[in-house]
């Protein structure tokens, strides 16, 4: 069935009587109709389960392809007020007559009544077309309810939802073609729209995150593309994406406006709403949503004379995973290598031209990035594969150079001290050498805290021009991730509080970090001290209040933006915690929201896997973790 036809159709739905259908017309009055209402019930299941039952209705939605294979059925008439009692919408699940439904017909149906993982429907026996006009379908204007009871009794009706939207997940849009709105704003974080992460604001295992938690679950909706469809498999790449393309972006963030009706349904565990038809690409008529664009073409000024940030490079590696044995790819629709899965120490791309895609959106990020200084993270230590440690991180360089035309970034080398025993993955150090110069050599952090981390790294600067007193030192850092949850009686196993694993190996990571600066505060004859990179640690969470507690101050902590997105919420991993003496320098902070707010389907490791061609050189989706950049104002008088 043409989509275009859908809406069409669906426009004579709202706009008055419905006409018979093309349908072998059912015998009126020889069977008894059970209303809609009583196969819903008011519970959360049907009373009438497992029995037969025939209802008469009015099509809002139907899906013949795309894997619902179903349409769903209201009451002629109905949706002008909240019902008083069951819903009076149902889901029909008809795989051999949907693709003869179109969404305003009048039906009779026969069926079954179940419940299907929660959702209540009719498994039809029959389906007939009524020869009498039916009264049209109003869509019910609400506001969606946060509570269970509250959306059942409208489950599967068609809806106009009021209110305020906001993008807050679109991680499995490049999957399962579905994305989360943020419904309103926070009761708990006074206008904040967004779903926060609860360890971003709050202690961990505290009332008050527990709070937000539950209120982040009923400010949360689905909203689907009409299908099951998952997009990571062969034979529904040919299934243009919904939503997005290389232009058209939908950013976690970005408002949400409703254009138009869609069905509030409840499948694979999840309250969601569903267009009336499936939607195919970016422009489909059945596309009732319209998203703000959001474009980041640069960092915000941040004021000072010196900047420092910290991006994360996304396992940069110029070694390739074709220059070594053993590694297993991760593959596009045709089967071709894009990323490393495992098998081998490369991380990051399969091939060359894989390795350009990568490069290509890394240096145009980095070009854009305006930090003097910038810690890097998940960069390749090169000495793994029998080079130079420092020529991954010399040939990102290079090329941040050539797009430049000219010679404006140089790196940190590595000190002659390195530890016996590393990571394939490293933390660096660039720089412009036109603002700042490096004071001394770098050191390393050699400490059994780091044994399953990557070793800290702290460089002193100057700026240029300056004396003593504009110094500073920065330390490169990438604490132990949440993941990979151990049984191994360590005390790092996930307690359940909203750290995630290894936790207890991050607070001591941290004290590691804490001992360590001060090392260099004496040696590097400065007390002016930035740490930055990935903690893996939310702002509220226990490794930086090791930090916070050693009097180091959280720069990003009152930003207006987060640096990462997990499960839909929004926080910050990435940080740059002064200590005092620094922390009264700053001029401003930015988190740069160019890759945590935007699909992954647009990141260099998801190269042709749809028809719609995702990937553009540019910034957008370079990594999953958000930039953070912080401005500094050093004088010669301290």
């Known amino acids: 069935m043409s989509k275009r036809r859908t809406t069409r159709i669906a426009a004579v739905l709202l706009s008055g009587a419905v006409a018979a259908t093309s349908f ?3 015998q009126a009055d020889t069977i ?38 179903g349409f769903y ?42 419940e299907y993982y929660g959702l209540t429907q009719i498994k039809a026996e029959s389906v007939q077309g009524l020869e009498e006009a039916a009264e049209a379908i109003k869509p019910l204007a609400i506001s969606l309810p946060s509570d269970e009871a509250g959306r059942e009794q409208i489950e599967s009706m068609l809806v106009e939802p009021q209110g305020e939207f906001t993008v807050s997940d679109n991680y499995l849009l490049n999957q399962y073609g579905e994305l989360s709105l943020a419904m309103g704003t926070s009761s708990i974080l006074p206008g904040e729209k967004l779903l926060r992460q609860p360890t971003d604001v709050f202690a961990p295992g505290s009332g008050q995150a527990a709070a937000l938690a539950e209120e982040n679950a009923q400010r949360s909706i689905v909203v689907d593309d009409g299908a099951t469809l998952n997009f990571s498999t062969a034979k529904n790449t040919t299934v243009a994406l919904p939503y997005i393309d290389a232009e058209q972006r939908v950013s976690v963030g970005a408002n949400a406006a409703f ?4 069905i509030l349904d409840y499948r694979y565990d999840l ?53 070594l044995e053993g590694c297993k790819y991760y593959t596009d629709r045709e089967g071709n290598p894009l990323t490393v899965r495992q098998g081998c120490d490369a991380r990051g791309a399969a091939n060359a031209e894989s390795f350009a895609r990568q490069q290509s959106k890394i240096v145009a990020a980095l070009g854009k990035f305006t930090a003097d200084v910038v810690v890097l993270e998940e960069i390749e230590n090169s000495a793994r594969s029998g080079q130079d440690r420092d020529a991954a991180l010399a040939h990102l360089v290079e090329q941040l150079n050539s797009a430049a035309g000219q010679k404006i970034w140089s790196y940190v080398p590595s000190p002659a001290a390195i530890p016996a025993d590393e990571d394939v993955i490293r933390t660096a150090i660039i720089y412009r050498a036109k603002t700042v110069k490096p004071i001394d050599e770098s050191v390393i952090l050699d400490d059994e805290a780091f044994g399953n981390a990557r070793d800290p790294l702290g460089q002193a600067f100057q ?40 936790n207890a190996d991050r607070v001591e990571q941290a004290k590691a970090l804490v001992g360590f600066a001060d090392q260099l505060k004496q040696s590097r004859n400065t007390r002016k001290v930035l740490l930055a990179g990935d903690f893996n640690s939310y702002a509220a969470e226990d490794p930086i209040r090791v930090l916070a507690d050693a009097g180091y101050v959280d720069l990003g902590a009152s930003a207006d933006s987060q640096s990462y997105i997990y499960d839909g919420l929004s926080g910050s991993l990435d940080h740059i915690l002064a200590s005092p003496e620094l922390a009264a320098k700053v001029t401003g902070q930015d988190i740069w929201n160019i890759n945590a707010i935007e699909s992954v389907g647009y990141e260099y490791s998801r190269y042709n896997y749809n028809i719609t061609d995702l990937f553009t050189a540019n910034q957008y989706r370079s990594s999953d973790h958000d930039p953070v950049l912080v401005g500094l104002e050093l004088n010669k008088k301290g």
């Open 32 to 69: 008894e109709i059970t209303p809609i209402e009583q196969v819903q019930g008011t519970g959360d299941s049907s009373a009438l389960a497992g029995q037969q039952a025939t209802v008469r209705g009015v099509v809002t939605g139907a899906y013949a392809e795309g894997g619902i294979r």
């Open 463 to 502: 700026k240029v021009g300056g004396n003593q007193n504009t110094r500073f030192v920065v330390v490169a850092n990438h604490f132990k991730s949440k993941g990979s949850n151990p049984d191994d009686g360590s005390g790092n196993a996930d307690s359940g509080d909203g750290q995630g694993a290894w």
């Open 271 to 323: 309250w969601r709403l569903q267009p009336q038809g499936q939607v195919i690409g970016a422009d489909d008529a059945d596309i009732a949503l319209a998203f703000e664009q959001i474009d980041n073409e640069a960092p915000q000024e941040v004021g000072g004379n010196v900047s420092v940030g910290s991006f994360n490079v996304l396992n940069y590696f110029t070694t390739t995973g074709d220059q």
């Open 24 to 26: 072998s017309a059912a």
């Open 259 to 262: 254009t138009g009706p869609m």
């Open 73 to 114: 059925l209201q009451s002629a008439g109905t949706g002008a007020q909240l019902p008083t009692g069951g819903s009076p919408a149902v889901f029909v699940y008809a795989p051999d007559e949907v693709s003869s439904v179109q969404v305003g017909d009048h039906l009779q149906v026969s069926g079954t009544v179940s």
